[in-house]
Each structure stands twice: as structure tokens, then as C-alpha cells.
């Protein structure tokens, strides 16, 4: 720990410690526990290197009338000093666990009811519990009993930090099994890499008396949740909730044998849940249901439960079936419990197979959309609860979507035309089309008729009233454009489900006069899909449009879709024709007509993250040039005259870091490819000598002003230099060489040599301080113990007026 730091503590406690200084900032308590963390994470020991902690934890737990965020920060902190078995021992030693966490000593000076203070009760236990000792000390100081009693506490954030500290003590004192062990192999040595992750401490060594003690707080936890799991009444559904999370977490990531104590402790209050009318409880039930894999129990749960999906799975007759359809009568369980389906993922412990899953959900969207079987006698009242129940479609929508990478179901045959009749729900129809589409193998089960009834509906929805089904409908086209099945068939699918670029592109481009700028920009990106293997085709007729977009939409979501359709047009130039073809040649010379101005809206642009698309352009070109062993001079040349040196000039002195790190990213990279980095080297060769000689323009005013003063002092420093060793005649040459181009003015504009402008930005450092962030100066304990003192020094002085107050805000 810093030394300064270590002689301002004192200070800093006492100022903590005295009930009339305190600070009007509570968030510098967390900062200060936050510093106090890292120091005990990286193996400090707090109470080595700040002994005057120890003090002030028993000044402040004795003066009750202190603030209750400090006595919380106390208790916090204790834990913190006790978490490793030497600060424990210390601090049993001087006898101050035992009066931290006594709990009459806090509900007789009144303060237990400050939830202040209960959870900061919790969160030192918890932080205490790191070792077998501290398990020891909780055992004997009977702390179970009021901990699950705090599990049903009425401020939220007690309840959940309890429901937490739960979870912890049974995991982390699980007693560890050796591999090999009972049968156990790779799953116990995953789940044991999966509970490392709840810590960052290594498993404690549980002797025979702490396995004594870790039972008698496993039998009152599982008592505990076989009770109360199940609610007597309405009130208790809350309580219900929280123990549904804290189960679904112990079941994830226990072992045997507490896998199985709990699973034979809750599988009947488990049954019992699945059968009431709950439905608020629903989606935690199903997240505790397939935390369990693999047991005959829950397996029995699902089956269940997948009766809802379908009347199909089951016999008319069927007990199951009979018990489901009469409890899906009332529409209050019947919505909640079809929509766990949604829940369900193609996994080896699934009830039935999974062509039966997805025949079942094709059949509850075709309910939803009113089309009912007269077979199905009976269900008429289940019927009318789902149909047109925009939630079922939804779930059954992502079930569909799950369940297209299982074996043995790559046919879309029948997805789309149930996908189309859910209008409600129509960004999930097409999510689930896409994915259906990416896996079927036979594209001949697509027919016309079907394809004819999909356009129809695009071309329905594209003009729809709802902006978000705008956007939908025309985000959906870009995707479709992207699935390819191989090189060799391309254009398949598109064209089987759309009709391929005739039938979309003329959609797409009126798309681009939306008025939602959601909608013009998923416009901009769907045709960078579309025209992906047809730029020649219709890029010339979009590309006007696209740069009126970039110069003068009002919205930075289209202007960024702009450079980024560009940016795709540029690699599908360079990757996908042979750069002999007369295809690749036109799109090239297309695109590389507009590259100026491209660069020089989106350079000047508002929008950072523009800007920062714009340097990836820039990036691209940079590449492009200098690949292969093409002539320096001209390719440098070449980025001169598309503007792309002043891009990235312009873009290393931006207001915004990002635009400016990346620009100076790029800058160190041309450096190093066309620049020496001394003059002697720049002599070396007459190719780097001519190199020196390619200059660019800059403007008289901002970046390029400052650029020619940063210059001209370089220059000066260089040449003073030479005189202090006697290399006038030096000096005097390399002056008028390199002066040739960086002197010579027209106008406001300077032309400058691109090498010395390179050699002269001192790039390096300024890539260091860019890579910082941006309160790097201020982030450090020492500028907020500086802080507390100064704030509670204007706080403690009689003059002090209003809003003179010193804010901690700087860590």
C-alpha cells in the first residue's frame, strides 16, 4: 500500500468516526471498501499495513450514534479484515467480531431496523466466510435462524443480499470429492470448475467438526425450503419467488451429495407448485425445473408439461392429458404455462422427441391464429385462451427458433406459412423464417404459392402504419439476402423465398425515404445484403442517394449505415470477382469515384461513432494500397489525392478518444510502412528519399493549424540541436530539403511533407495518453482519501456557505 496513503488513513478514520464530520457523499464508503477489496484480493493483509482500522472499528461500534452508513460500512468492513484465518484470529483476539455481529447489541440500541444495517450485517458475514473458521463462528453464534429469517425481509435488497449469503454457505463448504470417486468423472470435475467460479478464494479445508457443523446448517436450510417453498397464501408469494431463484442457483451449481439431498428435499413442493394456480411463479418454477437434468423426477415434470403444447402428445383419453386440459380452463394458469415452452431447448432430457416438440408448437400457432381442428373436442374453453394471445405466439415463435439446429428437422416446409399468419408477432415469424431457411436442404418444398403469399405479406408490411413493423419487415429482407447455401448455389434461397434481388431491391430503396430513421437505416444495411453479388446492377442508382443520407440526415443511425454500406461494398470489390473481370472493375471504379467524398462527410461528421466508421474506411484503403510490392511513392501518392492522409490528421486531434486513438493507430501504421525514423535512414535510400518529397495540403485553421505549429517547433528543436554540435552546414541542408514542401503557401492552405508531419506528431506518446482513460488522473485512493479530508474540512468550518460544499465525485 502507498506510504502517503497509509499516513492520511488515520486522518480519514477519525473524520469517519466522529458522528458530527459526516460526509455528504455516501458513495465514498463503497470507493473506500472498493480500494480495501482489491488490497485484500491481491493478498494484502489490512490489518498489517493500516493497524488504525482496528481502532476505529471499535470506536464506531460503541458510538451508536454515528451515521448508519458508516456503522454499515463497519460491519462490512470487519468482514473484509476477517476473511483471511490471520485477521480472524486478530480480530477474536481483541474480542470485536463477537460485538460487530451480535445482533442484541445493534436491536438494543434501536438501529436493527435501519435495513443499513441488517444488510450490512449480511455482507460481512458473507465476506467473512472464506475459511472453516468463520463457519465455526457463525455455527456456535446461532446465526442460521435470524439469516432465514432475513430471507423474507421486507426491503428487497436485505431479502436478495440473504438469499445470496444462502447460496454461498452451502456451496462454498460443500465438502469436496475426489475424481474417480463414488462414480464420479468429467460432469463432477465441470461442475467443480463451475462452483471455482462463485470465488475468488481456493476450497477451504473442512475438517470432521466443521462437516458436523456444515450438516446442521445444510438440515435447517433444506428444512427451511421444504416449508416454505409452496405459499399458504397470496401474501407469501414473494417469499415463494426468492427461494424459486436461490434453488435454480444451488441446483446449477451443486454437487453430490447436496445435489440430491436437495433434489429429495423439494421434488414434492416442486410437483405441488406445478399444479397450482400460481402463475406468477411460473417462469422461476421452469428455471428451477431445467436447472435439474436428468432425473427421473423433473423428467416426469416435463412431460407434463409439454401436454400443453399439443393435444396430439397424448391420447383423448390419456389421464395426463385430461388433468392439463381441465386445470388450462382458467386463463389466469393457462398463459403462463403454454408460454413455458419457450423454456425449452433441443437437450437430452427432453419428455419426447423433438419432431414432436416442434409438430406441437406448429399446432398451437395455428390455434392462435383461430384455425381449430373439429377433432379436437374438448378443448374448446383451452381454445379460447390462447387464440390470438400475442405472448403464446411470442414463446412459441422462440421455441420454433430453438428447436431449427436439431437433428433430423431441416425441412421448412410448413414453418413459413404458419410463421406468416402471426402478424402480432412479426419479428419473431421472421427470425424463426431465417433460421428455418439456413437449415433446410430442400429448397423444392418452397413453392410457388408459398413464396407468392410470403412477398405479398412483405410487400404488406413494409408499408404498415407501425414504424417497428417497418423496420422488421425490412431488416428481415437484409437477412434474407445474407443466407447462402454455397458458392456454387448463391443465389438459391433468396431467390426461393423472395425471388432474389428484383423482387426486394425496389422495396429496399423506397425504404430509404422512410420517415423513421430506424427504418432508413436498416434500409441502408438491407441492401448492403442484397446487392452483395450484384453491385454493378443497381449500386449506381443507390449510391446518389446514399451520400444526400450521409450529408444530410438529421439522425446519426442512417449516417452510420451509410459508411458502413460502403465499407461492405469495398470488401465485396476486393473478395468476391477476380480483379480481371470487367464486373469487379466498373463496381471498383464506382465506389472509388465517391471515396472523397465519402471520407469528407463522414470525417466532419457529428457522430463519433461515424467518424469512427469513416477511419475503418480509411483502414481499408490504407491496406489496399500498400498490399503486395506495389510502388510506395505512388500508393502513398494515391491516399493523398482520396483524402485519406487528411482523414486521419483531421481524426487524431478530435474531441472524441475513440476517433482519435483509432486515427492515431492508423497513423503509426503508415509511419512505419512509408517513414524512416531518422533523417540518416531517410538518406539511406532514393526511394525513401523520394517518399520524403509526397506532401498533402492542410487547411489554414484547426487541426491542420495546429499540425503546421507542432511542425515549425520540431523543426526549430532540431535545428538548435545541430548548431549545439557543430552541424550548421547539416542542419542548414536537411532545412531547405525538408522545408521544399512544408513552406510553401497558397492562400490559407500549406502543403506539408507527410514523412515530417509522421516523424514530427510524436505519435507514441500521444497513442499512450490516448489509451488512458479519461479520468485516469483523478482514479486513485489517494486522490480520495485527499477528498474525504477536504470535504469534511469545509463541512467542520463555520463559514462555509451554501453550496460552497466540496463534492466528492472524482474516484
Not at 209 to 214: L, M, T, V
Amino acid at each position: 500500500m502507498d506510504t502517503e496513503c497509509v499516513s492520511l488513513l488515520p486522518r480519514v478514520c477519525e473524520v469517519l468516526a466522529d458522528s458530527a464530520r459526516s460526509l455528504p457523499d455516501d458513495t465514498t464508503l463503497e470507493k473506500l471498501l472498493d480500494w480495501f477489496t482489491g488490497f485484500t484480493k491481491a493478498g494484502g493483509s489490512l490489518l498489517e499495513a493500516c493497524p488504525c482500522l482496528l481502532e476505529f472499528v471499535s470506536t464506531v461500534v460503541y458510538n451508536t450514534t454515528s451515521d448508519p452508513s458508516v456503522l454499515s460500512f463497519t460491519l462490512r468492513l470487519t468482514g473484509l479484515m476477517a476473511a483471511s484465518e490471520d485477521g480472524f484470529i486478530m480480530l477474536q483476539e481483541y474480542s470485536v467480531l463477537d460485538l460487530v455481529f451480535k445482533l442484541q447489541h445493534w436491536q438494543e440500541a434501536g438501529l436493527w431496523d435501519d435495513p443499513c444495517i441488517r444488510i450490512g450485517w449480511i455482507q460481512g458475514l458473507w465476506s467473512m466466510l472464506q475459511h472453516p473458521k468463520a463457519l465455526t463462528f457463525f455455527v456456535q453464534s446461532d446465526f442460521i435462524e435470524p439469516l432465514l429469517q432475513l430471507q423474507t425481509d421486507r426491503s428487497i435488497f436485505v431479502a436478495s443480499a440473504a438469499n445470496q449469503m444462502l447460496a454461498h454457505i452451502l456451496l462454498f463448504f460443500q465438502p469436496p470429492l475426489s475424481a474417480g470417486c463414488n462414480g464420479i468423472g468429467k460432469k463432477d470435475g465441470d461442475d467443480k470448475r463451475t462452483h471455482a467460479s462463485i470465488t475468488d478464494l481456493d476450497q477451504p479445508a473442512i475438517t470432521l467438526e466443521n462437516r458436523a457443523e456444515y450438516a446442521a446448517v445444510v438440515t435447517a436450510i433444506l428444512e427451511y425450503l421444504k416449508e416454505s417453498l409452496v405459499p399458504k397464501e397470496n401474501t407469501q408469494l414473494h417469499q415463494s419467488l426468492q427461494l424459486l431463484k436461490l434453488l435454480s442457483l444451488l441446483l446449477t451449481q451443486a454437487r453430490s451429495p447436496l445435489r440430491d439431498m436437495l433434489l429429495q428435499t423439494v421434488a414434492g413442493s416442486l410437483e405441488e407448485l406445478v399444479t397450482t394456480g400460481y402463475s406468477q411463479l411460473t417462469v422461476p418454477l421452469m428455471d428451477v425445473i431445467l436447472a435439474i437434468k436428468n432425473n427421473e423426477k423433473v423428467n416426469g415434470l416435463l412431460f407434463i408439461i409439454c401436454v400443453t403444447l399439443s393435444v396430439n402428445i397424448f391420447p383423448a383419453g390419456d389421464e395426463h392429458h385430461l388433468s392439463m386440459v381441465e386445470q388450462l380452463k382458467s386463463k389466469t394458469l393457462c398463459i403462463p404455462v403454454v408460454c413455458c415452452l419457450s423454456f425449452l431447448q433441443p437437450a437430452d432430457f427432453l419428455p419426447c422427441p423433438p419432431v414432436t416438440i416442434v409438430t406441437a408448437v406448429l399446432s398451437l400457432l395455428r390455434v392462435c391464429s383461430g384455425h381449430v381442428s373439429s377433432s379436437c373436442t374438448g378443448c374448446t374453453e383451452v381454445f379460447r385462451n390462447v387464440i390470438g394471445s400475442g405472448k403464446v405466439q411470442r414463446c412459441a415463435l422462440d421455441a420454433l427458433t430453438a428447436f431449427s439446429c436439431s437433428p433430423g428437422l431441416s425441412t421448412c416446409e410448413k414453418i413459413p406459412k404458419r410463421a406468416l399468419s402471426v402478424s402480432q408477432v412479426l419479428h419473431k415469424s421472421y427470425q424463426a423464417l431465417v433460421k428455418w431457411t439456413c437449415v433446410c436442404k430442400d429448397l423444392s418444398s418452397i413453392k410457388d404459392q408459398l413464396r407468392q403469399d410470403l412477398i405479398r405479406v412483405v410487400k404488406k408490411r413494409v408499408c404498415d402504419m407501425r414504424w417497428e413493423v417497418r423496420d422488421s419487415t425490412v431488416e428481415f429482407l437484409g437477412k434474407a439476402a445474407g443466407v447462402l447455401k454455397s458458392a456454387k448455389e448463391e443465389h438459391d434461397v433468396f431467390e426461393a423465398l423472395l425471388g432474389g434481388c428484383s423482387c426486394t431491391t425496389p422495396l429496399l430503396k423506397e425504404a430509404l425515404q422512410d420517415p423513421e430513421s430506424y427504418v432508413r437505416a436498416s434500409a441502408i444495411s438491407a441492401l448492403a445484403q442484397t446487392l452483395a453479388h450484384s453491385w454493378h446492377q443497381g449500386a449506381a442508382l443507390t449510391q446518389d442517394r446514399l451520400l444526400e443520407i450521409l450529408s444530410q440526415d438529421t439522425e446519426g443511425f442512417a449516417r452510420r449505415a451509410v459508411i458502413q454500406f460502403f465499407i461492405t461494398w469495398f470488401l465485396s470489390c476486393s473478395s468476391h470477382s477476380p480483379p480481371s473481370s470487367s464486373t469487379s472493375s466498373s463496381s471498383s471504379s464506382l465506389l472509388m469515384n465517391s471515396v472523397h467524398s465519402i471520407l469528407s462527410l463522414g470525417s466532419t461528421d457529428l457522430d463519433w461513432e461515424v467518424k469512427v466508421h469513416t477511419l475503418e474506411l480509411a483502414e481499408l484503403l490504407l491496406d489496399e494500397a500498400f498490399s503486395g510490392h506495389r510502388d510506395l511513392v505512388s500508393a502513398l501518392s494515391g491516399l493523398v489525392e482520396l483524402g485519406v492522409i487528411s482523414v486521419l490528421l483531421s481524426g487524431l486531434f478530435d474531441c472524441d478518444r475513440p476517433v482519435g486513438l483509432k486515427a492515431c493507430q492508423l497513423l503509426i501504421t503508415l509511419r512505419e510502412t512509408v517513414c524512416p525514423l531518422s533523417l540518416e535512414a531517410l538518406d539511406a535510400t532514393t526511394a525513401m528519399a523520394t517518399v520524403a518529397r509526397v506532401s498533402c495540403e492542410l487547411p489554414g485553421w484547426g487541426w491542420g493549424q495546429e499540425i503546421r505549429k507542432i511542425v515549425r517547433m520540431k523543426k526549430n528543436d532540431r535545428a538548435n540541436e545541430m548548431a549545439v554540435t557543430g552541424a550548421d552546414e547539416v542542419c542548414s541542408k536537411e532545412h531547405n530539403e525538408a522545408g521544399e514542401h512544408s513552406v510553401s503557401e497558397g492562400g490559407e492552405s500549406v502543403c506539408v511533407g507527410v514523412c515530417e508531419v509522421l516523424r514530427s506528431l510524436g505519435l507514441d506518446e500521444r497513442l499512450g495518453v490516448l489509451t488512458q482513460s479519461s479520468d485516469h488522473v483523478h482514479n486513485s485512493p489517494l486522490s480520495l482519501l485527499q477528498d474525504i479530508l477536504t470535504a469534511s474540512a469545509a463541512h467542520a468550518h463555520p463559514d462555509t456557505q451554501p453550496g460552497q460544499e466540496v463534492i466528492v465525485d472524482c474516484y
